[in-house]
């Protein structure tokens, strides 16, 4: 199973960025598909963003064109640049892994924090 470690979330004022990493063991990252979804306090897991192996990348539409999510297969990692946050992007957010297999992992996630 791929072990998932991520690092980046803070507390940031609203119009602020962050840049979340997830680092992965294994030698298999360069053909899973990667992502980040978000859990706020009270709601469900929800999907933010993913990039497959070949570098095709999804959105949720509420983050489209102020989230970026990339991969660097050579550090196997993947990041998610995060523009012009609002507090209702306040969750934790989670990292995953899913291989071509299906096998799905996740990481134990990173609380990110915007104050209005």
């Known amino acids: 199973q791929v072990q998932l470690v991520e690092s980046g979330g803070g507390l940031v004022q609203a119009g602020g960025s962050l840049r979340l990493s997830c680092a992965a063991s294994?030698?298999?990252?360069?053909?899973?598909?990667m992502g980040w979804y978000r859990q706020a306090p009270g709601k469900q897991r929800e999907f933010v963003a993913t990039i497959t192996s070949g570098s095709t990348t999804n959105y949720a539409d509420s983050v489209k064109d102020r989230f970026t999510i990339s991969r660097d297969n050579a550090k196997n990692t993947v990041y998610l640049q995060m523009n012009s946050l609002k507090p209702e992007d306040t969750a934790k957010y989670y990292c995953m892994s899913l291989s071509p297999r299906g096998l799905l992992s996740w990481g134990q996630g990173t609380q990110v924090t915007v104050s209005s």
């Open positions: 294994g030698s298999t990252f360069s053909i899973n598909t």
